[in-house]
């Protein structure tokens, strides 16, 4: 029962990124590789944020939220007004970057040996212990994230979005300042990714920079190209689909030292597949890199 | 002087460039050229091939900065402003290839081009005055779609209509930005008989409603039936100003077509 | 003090700009950013490492051996994934997830074949070094600088004095009138990728003879080749030559004025900057490319 509460709460927090991510990789359409690395500024904030200040649940998600949307300032200012090739680029850059902080600014982030000790999180005056209260919390941010995301995709702003999807050129043409468009839209997608991140860090109370790495990056662009880009499930679908899939990996007895690459090497070569093959994805309306 | 915020939409009264260039390579695309374009006026531009005329209408709307010259809108100069702004001034153009969300339905497409939505806004996508915003939008739309000759393609998705149905989407989608100055390339490129008067007839109304309009063409019929004045332009520069016939009857025009 | 950082920024260099011209050779061939590039250079330093550290033939034999596979893998990745999905109608954005793909494929591959640590090419003892002018020069890193110097020259012949260049050079400029002039562009593409994924194979053979690798070291050299390459204009071969000089330079000065972890960051300040300060020229802009 523990185990499968486990798994469910992962597949949550998955799923928040993939819905995050979906923003970007399906209603943009571009490629940002940035997202693991926007996770881990959420999840490292809330972390010290509860271990040394002794912050509620919901002063830290607001601060990983501002962290996370800040360090996707950095994207915007400089490769927004470019093609999308360089923004790519920018994101390939800025997750390397950001990793290797976590791991080289050891003063902070303790470097490789990560942070330990997070406290569970504490909301006013009720601290969510049970692994099946944090479930319930879990369940319910990522109602919030969903319900959020999908308000922005389908109003008219998710309007200008797809157009820059399709014909950025057209879209400037009707008087649409597509720079301010994209800017928002990956700042949106930076707080969502933020948000899970600081939920992260409260459940897995112990957090290092291997979660948060270019591979994490690639993987979240699998489960929203797989499970379906520019949906109202298709992320949530991919998350679950993946976890689902690693976990069954695991009864299949591997060994634990090989698990993670096997796992990885699967994803990439679903994502090509997915690419190739059925570009909808699982649920998806829209033919993803067609 | 340079323009601090759009003038008014309802009082501007003239688009022009003045001594513009701009070059490609070692090639001039558009050399010092000058133009205007006013309210109620239909003005046609011809000429052969590569002689700058798609140019001259990214120069006028924003989509190419010239390296000379400039471009003003009553006389403020706009020049170097950025595409999105100069159409928010109220100049909206068509593309020779026509550039429309083709997955899409036609009365979205429109939806899009609508200018001042409040759900474009991040925040306003979460109030309630958006909701009841796009239902008055759409109506507006789907009234325009009907007067340019599209009822009934509503739901259609763009890439199901024929070519000549999507160049009225275009169109409809300039008129639903609410531009005062329409510049259209080769609007009439690849319709039927019928359509090219169905299109002029919708032109002429916009032009009695006090738009300007501006169009490249090839089909010298249509310009002769809508063109006010022409433009013939010619490696880049100016041939010829003036009515169409008057134009015509010059021997270097007929030169620069023939050669 | 000086003089040993002037010698560390030109092996530094001569790394970077094998990464960064091989990636540009690429880009214009096949109109993308190829990031499985980064996986060719991984392959090669295992490779290197498999042929030298432990079959033990000689260094030379593990550098062509490097090369070799190095071509094989772009040239697989070209005939076998990039072109089918090409023909299936996959746009630029669908290649790029498809190159994540198989760098993350290939990255984990490497990994479960070989473990995390990392790999040196050669036992410390066997690499000879010698001080000049108060430098220390390995004979590891002097072989990168040699070798990266033939590389270049051998680059430049084929380009402009052979036929095979002058067709990869039509590609590059104009791949639409190329076909219409009967090139065989598909020929040409291959050749980019061969051509582009030896020079990264040289580069990781290289690396992992001078320092050390693991199978993340591709991600590392990707950025920086990439960065070089960007901020020397994105399409010509000798501007990522001249970025590579400029970015290693910033790498060994922020590597002596502060430590070794800034190199990483130092990079993408160098890529950052470049593109919030580029000028929005009509050549390089998108309004160029799409309203005309």
């Known amino acids: 029962m523990e185990y499968i509460l486990r798994v469910l709460v992962l597949s949550c927090v998955y799923a928040m990124l993939a819905v995050s991510l979906d923003l970007i990789v399906g209603y943009v359409g571009i490629l940002s590789l940035a997202q693991a690395a926007l996770f881990g500024i959420g999840a490292y904030t809330s972390a010290l944020l509860a271990i040394h200040w002794q912050l509620g649940f919901l002063s830290t998600q607001f601060v990983s939220i501002v962290a996370a949307v800040l360090v996707s300032g950095l994207l915007s200012l400089a490769a927004f007004r470019l093609k999308e090739d360089y923004l790519v680029i920018g994101s390939f850059g800025l997750q390397l970057i950001v990793y290797s902080g976590f791991r080289n600014f050891v003063w902070l982030t303790n470097g490789p040996d990560g942070v330990g000790g997070i406290p569970r999180p504490r909301l006013l005056f009720w601290t969510i212990e049970s692994d099946g209260a944090f479930f319930a919390l879990a369940v319910v941010c990522l109602a919030v994230s969903w319900q959020l995301k999908n308000m922005i995709s389908s109003s008219p702003f998710g309007r200008v979005l797809r157009a820059i999807r399709e014909d950025e050129t057209f879209a400037t043409s009707l008087g649409k300042n597509t720079m301010v468009f994209k800017c928002l839209a990956f700042a949106f997608s930076a707080g969502l990714a933020g948000s899970a991140g600081g939920l992260y860090a409260h459940y897995a109370r112990f957090i290092d920079p291997s979660s948060f790495t270019l591979d994490e990056s690639v993987l979240l662009i699998s489960m929203v190209v797989i499970g379906g880009p520019a949906s109202v499930w298709g992320p949530v679908a991919g998350a679950f689909a993946l976890v689902a899939m690693q976990e069954g990996l695991r009864f299949i007895g591997l060994p634990a030292s090989t698990s993670a690459q096997v796992r990885q090497l699967l994803y990439g070569a679903l994502l090509i597949v997915i690419v190739a093959t059925r570009p909808k994805g699982l649920v998806g309306t829209y033919r993803f890199g067609r | 002087m340079t323009l601090d915020f759009p003038p008014v939409l309802d009082e501007v009264k003239c688009l022009s460039c003045e001594r513009v260039s701009k070059h490609y390579g070692g090639i001039a695309a558009v050399q010092n050229v000058s133009c205007r374009l006013d309210c109620k006026q239909i003005v046609a531009v011809i000429g052969p091939n590569g002689a700058g005329k798609t140019t001259l209408i990214n120069i006028l709307s924003g989509f190419v900065r010239p390296e000379s010259g400039r471009l003003l809108l009553d006389g403020y100069d706009i020049t170097g402003r950025p595409p999105h702004d100069v159409a928010v001034m109220g100049v909206c153009r068509t593309f020779q290839e026509v550039r429309l969300l083709r997955e899409a339905t036609v009365v979205e497409n429109v939806l899009l081009a609508r200018s001042t939505q409040a759900g474009e806004s991040i925040f306003g996508a979460f109030g309630g005055a958006s909701r009841r915003q796009e239902v008055e939008n759409r109506r507006n739309c789907q009234e325009l779609l009907d007067f340019v000759g599209l009822e009934g393609c509503h739901s259609h998705l763009v890439s199901a209509l024929s070519f000549g149905q999507q160049k009225l989407v275009s169109l409809a989608c300039c008129l639903a930005t609410g531009a005062r100055f329409l510049m259209l390339d080769e609007p009439f490129a690849g319709l039927h008989r019928r359509e090219v008067n169905d299109v002029a007839v919708v032109l002429r109304r916009l032009q009695q409603e006090g738009r300007a309009i501006l169009f490249i063409e090839h089909d010298v019929a249509a310009v002769r039936e809508l063109a006010d004045s022409v433009l013939v332009m010619d490696e880049g520069r100016i041939l010829a100003q003036g009515p169409i016939d008057e134009v015509l009857r010059r021997s270097d025009v007929a030169e620069a077509y023939l050669a | ?273 470049y593109l919030i300060v580029k000028p929005r020229s009509a050549e390089l802009g998108i309004w160029k490319a799409r309203a005309i």
């Open chain 3, 1 to 273: 003090m000086s003089l040993q950082i002037l010698f560390n920024t030109l092996v530094a260099s001569a790394h970077c700009a094998l990464v960064a011209v091989g990636f540009t050779l690429i880009y214009r061939s096949a109109k993308f950013f190829h990031f499985a590039h980064a996986a060719v250079y991984t392959v090669a330093a295992y490779v290197g490492y498999v042929f030298s550290a432990l079959i033990g033939l000689n260094i030379y034999i593990a550098i062509i051996a490097a090369m070799a596979a190095a071509a094989c893998l772009g040239a697989a990745i070209d005939l076998w994934i990039y072109r089918p999905l090409r023909s299936a109608g996959a746009s630029a954005v669908g290649l790029l997830a498809a190159s994540l793909g198989v760098l993350i494929a290939v990255n984990n591959a490497v990994s479960l074949v070989f473990g995390d640590d990392t790999k040196k090419l050669l036992p410390p003892d066997s690499i000879t070094a010698f001080e000049v002018l108060g430098v220390r020069i390995s004979s590891t890193r002097l072989l990168l600088i040699i070798l990266t110097l033939l590389a270049w020259a051998l680059v430049y012949l084929l380009l402009h004095a052979t036929r095979i260049g002058i067709v990869l050079r039509a590609v590059a400029s104009d791949n639409d009138l190329a076909i219409t002039c009967g090139v065989d562009t598909k020929m040409a593409s291959v050749l980019s990728f061969v051509l582009g994924s030896a020079l990264a194979g040289l580069a990781g053979v290289m690396w992992v003879a001078t320092t050390a690798v693991h199978p993340g070291a591709g991600f590392s050299a990707l950025l920086t080749g990439v960065t070089a390459a960007v901020v020397g204009g994105g399409r010509s071969l000798r501007g990522a030559v001249a970025g590579s000089v400029f970015v290693s330079a910033a790498q060994q000065v922020a590597s002596w004025k502060f430590s070794a972890e800034w190199q990483d960051p130092v990079v993408f300040g160098v890529l950052l900057a």
